[in-house]
């Protein structure tokens, strides 16, 4: 063995020491790989297991320690600060909270139980009796919805005298409004229900056909989705393109995207990925306009398109596509995104390491800015903007300082984290350069759910035009009922209208069709629910 070993040596005129050395080095580099790979396994699968299985809320663990415990923190700036007055003590019975209430407005159908005239004696002394009250239980009654057929007749009207003694008759006809599709059944109150049905209450087209099927009517899927796609084609684009218009002429802007498949994309596969994209506006707005736009991909030229008559500030997740956009327009980056990826990197934590982590004093900062803003809420833009200068300011340097020197492992979660504020920093900031900026893109994210939730069930498009005519008719729905609009109601005023444009009793232009419009019935209006509770931030809310 040892004229083996020294041979061996003598070819390679190598040192042994030092040979064994370099073997050591890299079995130690390797070990470290092997380490840094099995923490980042473990931290996906205790986020997995998470996931899966524990609450998905994003709120703090309340007795995780906070490291930020100043009075401020629970101090509302626009509330003066009450006196203090003596009062007796006295104790009452709690009651149970009922959040379940009925619209005032509903009809009311009185049903009476009276006794009869032949059993009001008394059961003692056989007495007349006499009424001294009365109890009152109320119920509310749903009568299913039912199918009528409107027949139209038209009373066609001629001359006599004409008829006897000249060459032309005159013939006169009565109005009569003109349909929604012509040569077809459909009525404008029928559109608004499938489509309210689908895209508001996420009941796909086969689902509605079962319904149809049990009321005795054989309609099928296939004429609905015409249907739909024939009435945005006609009547509901132009409302669609005038509302375009009109976002883009705001200073402020929110912008997200999701996936969506399309069966029939023309050079694509059926299982690729095409894209819903949505702009909308921001909480500044008047009134509230969302729009949704479908693409075959995610390239950074089609938010470059559709916002290119727009010039200010748009809110945007941390996608590179976004930053590509021209210098008019700037991204304002989303604090919420930083804060889920800080709250993964704290939710793979044992418990009893989590208070006191890194990951939770990321958090706790967020929170503190994320609190910040809620006590700036009622404030004006221009105050808004002041107090973020005197109090947030200090706090997001002393924040992204602190990341700067956070040394964490690039392919943990907490790395992962780390980089995304460093790389993202200079958008992330931004919100602090105008009171009428928010601190996230929250509101973006709750107006694509409609659609991702919607997604879950009717799955994917057959083809593109029936994507065009989801993204117009998801438009259109919620952007009514960010406006107080019911959908259903305000989907048959529009159908009813639109091809009747100018004619005596309906609307004269496009803009008289928008949801902002002065010209919209009262019935149209939703009443908005006493005691409403106030709105979340997405982080606060379960998912």
Not at 155 to 181: F, G, L
Request: proline share 6%.
């Amino acid at each position: 063995m040892q004229v083996l070993w020294y041979n061996y040596l003598m070819k390679t005129k190598e040192n042994p020491a030092e040979n064994f050395i370099k073997i050591i080095k890299e079995l130690k580099k390797e070990n470290e790989q092997l380490k840094q790979q099995n923490q980042w396994l473990m931290e996906q699968f205790r986020l997995s297991k998470h996931k899966k299985y524990c609450a998905s809320s994003e709120h703090n663990s309340v007795d995780q320690i906070c490291l930020f415990n100043e009075a401020e923190t629970t101090g509302v700036l626009t509330i003066p600060q009450p006196g203090f007055t003596e009062v007796k003590a006295y104790h009452r019975k709690k009651s149970r909270l009922i959040t379940d209430k009925l619209p005032d407005d509903l009809p009311i159908e009185i049903i009476e139980h009276e006794l009869p005239k032949t059993e009001r004696f008394c059961p003692e002394c056989s007495s007349e009796l006499h009424e001294m009250g009365k109890e009152t239980r109320e119920e509310i009654k749903i009568i299913p919805a039912k199918a009528v057929i409107i027949r139209h007749v038209r009373y066609v009207y001629s001359c006599r005298k004409c008829e006897s003694t000249s060459d032309h008759v005159p013939i006169v006809k009565a109005d009569m409004p003109e349909p929604v599709i012509k040569g077809g059944f459909a009525s404008p109150d029928t559109i608004a229900h499938i489509a309210s049905q689908k895209f508001m209450m996420a009941s796909p087209l086969y689902r509605q056909e079962q319904e149809w099927k049990q009321n005795g009517i054989m309609l099928s899927r296939q004429t609905m989705s015409n249907w739909l796609i024939k009435a945005s084609e006609d009547w509901l684009e132009p409302i669609y393109l005038a509302m375009k218009h009109r976002l883009c002429k705001h200073d402020v802007l929110h912008a997200d995207e999701s996936a969506l498949q399309v069966l029939k994309e023309p050079g694509k596969t059926p299982h690729s990925k095409s894209y819903m994209w949505l702009f909308r506006t921001s909480g500044e707005a008047k009134h509230q306009i969302v729009l949704y736009e479908y693409q075959p991909d995610r390239k950074h030229i089609h938010p470059e398109k559709f916002l290119k008559d727009f010039s200010g500030y748009i809110h945007a997740d941390g996608y590179e596509g976004y930053h590509k956009l021209p210098g008019n327009i700037m991204v304002v980056g989303c604090l919420a995104h930083l804060r889920r990826k800080l709250f993964d990197a704290l939710k793979i934590l044992p418990k009893d390491k989590q208070p006191g982590s890194n990951a939770a004093k990321g958090v706790e900062y967020c929170d503190k800015l994320f609190h910040l803003e809620k006590q700036f809420a009622s404030l004006s833009p221009e105050n808004r903007h002041k107090e973020r200068e005197r109090q947030s300011k200090p706090l997001i340097n002393e924040f992204f300082n602190w990341m700067e020197q956070l040394n964490a492992l690039p392919n943990t979660l907490l790395g992962k984290a780390a980089y995304y504020a460093k790389s993202q920093r200079k958008y992330l900031e931004r919100y602090l350069l105008d009171g009428r900026l928010e601190i996230s893109n929250n509101r973006a994210e709750r107006s694509i759910k409609p659609f991702v939730i919607g997604r879950k069930n009717w799955l994917f498009s057959n083809t593109p035009n029936g994507a065009k005519a989801s993204a117009i008719y998801y438009s259109l729905i919620v952007t009514a009922i960010e406006n107080g609009l019911n959908p259903f109601e305000y989907l048959s005023w529009i159908l009813t209208n639109a091809p009747n444009l100018g004619k005596s009793g309906y609307v004269t232009k496009i803009e008289d069709l928008l949801p902002d419009s002065d010209k919209i019935p009262s019935n149209v209006f939703v009443p908005k629910p006493k005691g409403t509770a106030p709105e979340k931030y997405a982080w606060e809310e379960d998912k």
